[in-house]
């Protein structure tokens, strides 16, 4: 089964998918990050919305991609693609 994950909702050891569940992270996604999903320690350091995103959660899109995944595709990585890629 595929899940989107929203992360602006997730915290802890807990996500939200885009229906609203919540759900034990039981794939460990957030395991490389000890403090879970949306830890105030770092939520209140950041400086932009990217930050919050890159350094707050650490998933794997092939198994949680977020609910905008076609939109940071095309927004981040389309652009720097290769000629021929597009």
Do not use: C, W
Request: no cysteine; glycine share 6%.
């Amino acid at each position: 089964m595929q899940r989107f994950i929203n992360f602006k909702l997730s915290k802890g050891n807990y996500f939200k998918d885009t229906d609203g569940n919540t759900i034990l992270d039981m794939n460990a996604a957030q395991a490389g990050l000890i403090l879970g999903y949306n830890s105030d320690d770092l939520v209140n350091v950041r400086t932009t919305d990217a930050y919050d995103r890159f350094i707050t959660h650490k998933v794997d899109a092939n198994s949680l991609p977020t609910n905008d995944f076609a939109d940071l595709i095309r927004e981040y990585v389309m652009p720097v693609a290769p000629k021929g890629m597009v």
